[in-house]
């Protein structure tokens, strides 16, 4: 199956557009996240990026939440939007966490999770499911710019029990179309503006 990932949007038209011009050439798409800048432009974007009509899932980032999320992708019928939840395509499970893990410093508006939360978010995830997390795992892909690691533990372990036959990540944008091994899989942060992945 070929896929178009991306993450971090962040409420760019232009960007948005681009993914639905891409998506024709994919079986299905998969958004991480952070479609929205701090809680605003959800509707205008997700509107965009309706156009798409492959199979897509979704997951909140920490730029809106998760009934937000819902709520903006009611009028695109090719949408599942995912937290704690799986969907599967042509044989293939996907499976979401969304939000900031762990708790971000951003305050009130960030969509966040402690560690604990998300350990029992991603309790139902099965094994070998491509696993789409607005979050990385802890030490991979993570390192703010100086040096420490915001990804999650909660993550990290899951990938560790469950081993996805693929993890797709943003947050953290200094690593925006880049990607990484962990424990045998293959994690990658595709950033806005897309990355082509096969599973």
Known sequence: MRLLLFADVHASLDGARDLVARSGAVDAVVGA?????????????????????????????????????????????AARVLHGTSAEIDGVVFFGLGGGVPVTPFGAWSFDLDEDEAAALLEPCPEGAVLVSHSPPRGVLDRDASGRHLGSAAVRAAIARLRPRLVVCGHIHAFAGQEAELDGCRIVNPGPGGFLAEV
């Open 33 to 77: 996240g952070d479609f929205a800048r701090v809680r605003r432009g959800l509707g205008p974007t997700i509107d965009a990026l309706a156009a798409i009509a492959r199979p897509t899932v979704l997951v909140p980032g920490n730029n809106e939440t998760l009934a937000e999320l819902r709520a903006a992708c009611r009028a695109w019928p």
